[in-house]
């Protein structure tokens, strides 16, 4: 197992276009988070599968963004209509369901919206 | 509101040269504190978990504290490699982890 893998690793795109962007877990870990990071801050929760399920998705997640977890394996965030303000390093992270784990989070995909 | 200070914001210092980095919360229910090193271009790397006041861990030369209030990430001897931007995180809940700005650490030869 490689760890958490995210493709594409850097996208540029134009405003008002839509984009999404895959993140492949560690295969024996059933958590999958998803966060945002612009520069000099730190990582900002997204949202939060168990297996399949979405469990949590935080107050700042527009509706323009959706996530999918189809079958508890990989996933994909999608951003509809984008705008300058999206520009950010998406994260992807998993974990194991234990107590003691921090996450293990891929590279990241790095959106640039023009 | 919950919350996770980090300070300094940057830190320079030279090989040898041991220090602490600080992370202050305030966070209702803490159900663990979580250090992680980010390198430029990468994702956040896993360092520690600290659960209760009084707990240390170690890696190499770093240890990690944890007090009610803050937790501290003492650097000893730090080499060039160590350089990098170290973050601290709080956990709520199962699924909610909530960073700090993070420290961002160099390390002069």
């Known amino acids: 197992d490689t760890g958490v893998s995210q493709n594409p690793r850097h996208k540029i795109t134009k405003r008002g276009q839509n984009v999404t962007f895959r993140c492949d877990p560690i295969s024996e870990h059933n958590r999958l988070y998803w966060y945002r990071q612009t520069l000099g801050q730190g990582p900002e929760f997204l949202t939060y599968f168990q297996n399949e399920a979405q469990l949590e998705k935080s107050r700042l997640l527009s509706d323009r963004f959706s996530a999918e977890r189809p079958k508890g394996s990989f996933s994909t965030l999608e951003i509809q209509r984008t705008e300058q303000g999206d520009s950010a390093m998406y994260l992807c992270?998993?974990?194991?369901?234990?107590?003691?784990?921090?996450?293990?989070f891929g590279s990241g995909t790095r959106l640039t919206v023009v | 509101e919950d919350q996770v200070t980090q300070s300094p914001e940057a830190l320079r210092l030279q090989e040898g040269e041991s220090s602490s980095l600080n992370c202050s919360y305030t966070?209702?229910?803490?159900?663990?504190l979580f250090w992680y090193r980010q390198d430029p271009g990468k994702g956040p790397e896993f360092l520690f978990t600290l659960y209760s006041a009084g707990e240390e861990k170690e890696k190499e030369r770093l240890k990690a504290t944890l007090t009610k209030k803050e937790s501290f990430l003492h650097i000893t001897a730090p080499k060039p490699e160590d350089s990098a931007t170290y973050l601290c995180?709080?956990?709520?809940?199962?699924?909610?982890?909530?960073f700090g700005a993070g420290t961002r650490l160099t390390v002069k030869p």
């Open positions: 995180a709080v956990k709520r809940n199962n699924n909610d982890m909530r």
């Open positions: 992270a998993s974990s194991p369901d234990l107590r003691d784990y921090g996450y293990t």
């Open positions: 966070v209702s229910g803490l159900r663990g």
